[in-house]
């Protein structure tokens, strides 16, 4: 009896040896993080600050993720690379991913960084918005401005497309009689370029029954449903860091220069700086009047039925299928 205690006692031991040595071989870090790749909308700015800070603050890290950020280039897209598996996720508006998931495309939103719409349209000449029916309009190439052709469509604006991929030079050239612009990029580069915007010259989408959540984070369906753990992970990390860089402007700002420093950003402090106060504007939820990260159901209606009854789509996406439920 007493060797029977004797080699439970010592199996209970080594039981116990073996617990210790796992938690602090996952408390010290030890632990392989997995790998996750992220690609942004566009080139380093501060409208990605809290993806930067969630990484540089060890965020993405204490949550087992080794997160990979990448930027865009004219040559490769963020969607071209998620479709090549060059990336795990990417950054797109809610309207693009309504788009490609109407076309049989199966995307899923693992987090929503914007709750309102940034979509402005400038007009030249201090000219009422609503009085250019039949003129020039420049408009992204890169992403559809899908809500500039749902107003044309809605308000039969009849507007004459010029496409450009960035830069205000077509607009400020004479070139186009408006432009559409983003409320936190374009509209502060018009202001540095001296250009003179008064509010009757301005279109703000988001006060004329126009305003949609834009970007937000996809992944493939095929990936989260393998990888659901990963992508609430990556949220909530996330969160985090843009939790911290409201919090902290100034050092969330001497990271965003960081990273702007690294990729060779055309930019300036001053034009970050209004970037990021914009986009974390843009991040409080009208009605509840805080930061909610989430997909708004009722916003998913609404774009996906102004998308078809403008003929952009053939079917209604739903929030269940945006959100992968």
Request: charged content about 25%; proline content about 2%.
């Amino acid at each position: 009896m007493r060797r029977k205690n004797t080699k439970r006692t010592t199996r209970r031991f080594n039981y116990a040896t073996l617990a210790l040595t796992l938690l602090l071989w996952l408390t010290t870090g030890s632990v392989k993080a997995e790998k996750f790749v992220f690609t942004t909308a566009w080139t380093a700015q501060a409208q990605f600050a809290g993806y930067y800070i969630a990484k540089e603050k060890g965020f993405y890290k204490q949550a087992g993720l080794d997160i990979v950020i990448q930027h865009p280039t004219l040559t490769s897209s963020a969607f071209h690379r998620l479709q090549t598996a060059q990336t795990n996720a990417i950054m797109m508006s809610m309207m693009s991913a309504i788009g490609f998931i109407s076309q049989g495309i199966p995307l899923v939103n693992i987090f929503q960084d914007s709750m309102n719409s940034s979509n402005i349209l400038v007009t030249r000449w201090d000219t009422d918005p609503m009085k250019l029916k039949g003129k020039k309009v420049a408009i992204f190439n890169s992403d559809p401005s899908y809500m500039a052709m749902i107003m044309n469509h809605r308000e039969n604006m009849n507007f004459e497309w010029v496409r450009f991929t960035s830069n205000i030079n077509l607009f400020l050239s004479g070139a186009v009689d408006a432009m559409m612009a983003l409320s936190y990029n374009e509209y502060y580069q018009l202001q540095q370029a001296g250009f003179k915007m008064t509010e009757e010259s301005i279109y703000r989408f988001s006060e004329h029954d126009y305003n949609i959540q834009e970007n937000g984070v996809y992944v493939m369906r095929d990936y989260y449903l393998s990888h659901r753990d990963e992508c609430r992970r990556f949220a909530t990390a996330t969160r985090k860091g843009w939790e911290w860089a409201a919090a902290h402007p100034d050092e969330a700002m001497e990271i965003v220069m960081k990273y702007v420093h690294r990729y060779n950003s055309p930019t300036n402090s001053v034009m970050q700086k209004l970037m990021f106060k914009e986009t974390l504007r843009l991040q409080i939820d009208r009605d509840s009047k805080k930061r909610e990260f989430r997909v708004r159901p009722d916003m998913v209606e609404k774009a996906s039925q102004m998308m078809f009854e403008s003929g952009m789509i053939k079917r209604r996406v739903t929030y269940k299928e945006l959100t992968g439920q």
